[in-house]
């Protein structure tokens, strides 16, 4: 008997049996995610779906999403993206120029198309056809898109340096408004988040065909230029923000690469760099193919990043890594989060630019130095000697 207690229930306590229903008919996705993506990839994906709901979004938790990978072309921005925003669940944005440019299409009313991975290049090539994997469009998309983003910098607004942010801001506003002249409505991620005031900004503004457009008028009579170092503190004032108001500030990251450092280095920005006491992001959430075996920053971890003080080690049990593609794990988060949270009110963390950059500068020129920074992290006097495989080392 005692043998079957042992072996039955108590062991297991801690964990919920798998034993789901049968699909039914009418099943919402969110209740599909509940009920049936119970390991694997599809248990992580459930997992990611709750740490949104029920720890990232709640007490007006700083949500900061990173977006990598050619999302705006597969139409993520309109179906996903902005209903995101729009509820109030995004804060504020680091994405990948490519994501922006492509987003302008659909912000212009131009035309995508749906097509296959298995097609003849040389011969669309021949005909005026651009190919993304299995999305098709026409060569004059590009040579339209670009024409706009020149003619819209050439206004005198766009006469200066600027931050990312305001960059993509002004320029939502361009989009914002043909699209309203077009009677397009919700198309553009740009036009949304100058609207919700959601900052958007770049980590490589030049590696884009906005950037090259922006590069291109430099040669004219174009005084654009981005202030990269306004991005990092800009950043760093955001996540500050969240940290010192009592408020959760999480990374949702699509993807990885240099969106998801960008985002993540914030923390190191403020604790090891400006010498301000704090303790990382609280909650990480990523979707991608990337692997950590690698070494590179896109597959590495929730935990890798806990000792770069990216991430709070307090609330790493939390973070999720869920190893699915974002044109899948994206509309099942989004339906997800819609369907289990309120619309939460917008941050408009736009208008809030330059008071919370003055905090985060006053702050630095208080407690930072020049020379080496007296750290805020507490570092243990002595190795824990974790890591160390203690059988090995007695076996020697
Ligand atoms: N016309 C343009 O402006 C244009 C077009 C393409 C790319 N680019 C530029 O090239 C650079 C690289 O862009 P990128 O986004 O392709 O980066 P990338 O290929 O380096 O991808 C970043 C990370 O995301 C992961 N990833 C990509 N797609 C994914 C998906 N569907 N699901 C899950 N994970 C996914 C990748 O494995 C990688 O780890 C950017 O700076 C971008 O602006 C510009």
């Known amino acids: 008997m005692s043998m079957s207690k042992k072996s039955g229930t108590r062991k297991f306590a801690a964990y919920p049996r798998l034993n789901p229903l049968g699909v039914g008919k009418d099943i919402s996705a969110a209740d599909l995610i509940d009920q049936t993506f119970l390991a694997y990839n599809g248990g992580r994906l459930r997992e990611a779906a709750q740490l949104l709901t029920e720890k990232m979004l709640p007490k007006d938790g700083y949500i900061g999403m990173s977006l990598t990978g050619a999302l705006t072309p597969a139409g993520l921005g309109k179906s996903c993206l902005i209903p995101l925003m729009k509820a109030g669940f995004v804060d504020w944005i680091i994405s990948t120029g490519a994501n922006l440019y492509h987003d302008l299409h659909y912000g212009l009313d131009m035309k995508l198309y749906s097509g296959s991975p298995f097609l003849d290049d040389i011969a669309l090539h021949r005909?005026?056809?651009?190919?993304?994997?299995?999305?098709?469009?026409?060569?004059?998309?590009?040579?339209?898109?670009?024409?706009?983003?020149?003619?819209?910098?050439?206004?005198?607004?766009?006469?200066?340096?600027?931050?990312?942010?305001?960059?993509?801001?002004?320029?939502?506003?361009?989009?914002?408004?043909?699209?309203?002249?077009?009677?397009?409505?919700?198309?553009?991620?740009?036009?949304?988040?100058?609207?919700?005031?959601?900052?958007?900004?770049?980590?490589s503004p030049g590696d884009s065909s906005i950037g090259m457009n922006v590069a291109a008028m430099a040669l004219r009579d174009s005084k654009l230029q981005f202030d990269v170092n306004r991005d990092v503190n800009q950043t760093a004032s955001i996540v500050y923000e969240a940290k010192s108001s009592g408020h959760k500030s999480s990374v949702f990251i699509l993807g990885g690469g240099s969106p998801?450092?960008?985002?993540?280095?914030?923390?190191?920005?403020?604790?090891?760099?400006?010498?301000?006491?704090?303790?990382?992001?609280?909650?990480?959430?990523?979707?991608?193919?990337?692997?950590?075996?690698?070494?590179?920053?896109?597959?590495?971890?929730?935990?890798?990043?806990?000792?770069?003080?990216?991430?709070?080690?307090?609330?790493?049990?939390?973070?999720?890594?869920?190893?699915?593609?974002?044109?899948?794990?994206?509309?099942?988060?989004?339906?997800?989060?819609?369907?289990?949270?309120k619309p939460r009110k917008l941050k408009r963390l736009y208008q809030r630019r330059d008071e919370l950059l003055n905090v985060i500068k006053s702050l630095y020129l208080k407690t930072g130095t020049v020379t080496k920074i007296k750290t805020s992290r507490k570092v243990a006097k002595r190795s824990s000697g974790i890591g160390l495989n203690k059988n090995l080392d007695r076996d020697r």
Not at 128 to 140: P, Q, S
Not at 164 to 174: A, N, P, S, V
Not at 269 to 282: L, R
């Open 127 to 203: 005909d005026g056809v651009i190919r993304i994997y299995d999305i098709l469009f026409d060569y004059n998309v590009l040579l339209d898109t670009d024409a706009f983003v020149r003619e819209v910098i050439s206004g005198p607004e766009f006469q200066k340096t600027m931050g990312t942010d305001e960059f993509h801001y002004l320029l939502g506003k361009y989009v914002s408004e043909r699209g309203k002249k077009l009677g397009l409505k919700d198309s553009s991620v740009l036009a949304a988040a100058y609207e919700c005031g959601i900052p958007i900004f770049t980590s």
């Open 260 to 341: 998801k450092n960008f985002m993540l280095q914030t923390e190191p920005q403020i604790q090891e760099v400006m010498g301000i006491q704090e303790k990382g992001h609280d909650y990480f959430l990523q979707c991608t193919d990337a692997r950590p075996d690698t070494g590179g920053l896109s597959g590495a971890t929730p935990a890798e990043a806990v000792s770069w003080g990216k991430v709070d080690p307090n609330t790493l049990p939390d973070c999720v890594v869920a190893y699915v593609d974002s044109t899948i794990s994206l509309p099942l988060l989004t339906a997800y989060c819609l369907s289990r949270v």
